[in-house]
């Protein structure tokens, strides 16, 4: 994720720690376990207009094995029954895309390092 982070806006060790805890508390991931084992974390926010996937990220040796797909599957449908979209913004270089695009997601808006996406029914 660095990577994405100096592309899109350069990197700060000491901004970028602060920055992180800040506004992604801790006590707001859930841990992502497949077969007893800690694959990864995730952090959807959400409030009266959406829910808004914040992060997620797997350990390298889960992706492209089909979790992440099935964590976005679960709170689409969660966003769903509360009559809410899921949405998420995502640096433009990061090859996830791909992932939320073959999920069904749309580019709804784009600034010049980022696009904001949304699950549309």
């Not at 964590?71 to 996830?96: D, H, M, Q, S, Y």
């Amino acid at each position: 994720m660095r990577s994405y982070i100096e592309w899109a806006w350069g990197w700060n060790e000491t901004a970028q720690h602060n920055g992180f805890w800040r506004n992604l508390p801790i006590e707001n991931f859930k841990i992502i376990c497949v077969s007893g084992q800690p694959a990864g974390a995730f952090y959807v926010e959400e409030n009266e207009q959406r829910h808004w996937l914040r992060m997620i990220f797997l350990r390298p040796e889960f992706q492209g094995g089909g979790v992440g797909s099935a964590l976005l599957g679960l709170e689409v449908e969660r966003a769903r029954c509360a009559g809410k979209f899921l949405e998420l913004r995502i640096i433009k270089i990061n090859p996830a895309k791909r992932l939320y695009d073959r999920l069904g997601f749309k580019v709804v808006e784009e600034d010049d390092v980022t696009y904001s996406m949304k699950m549309v029914p």
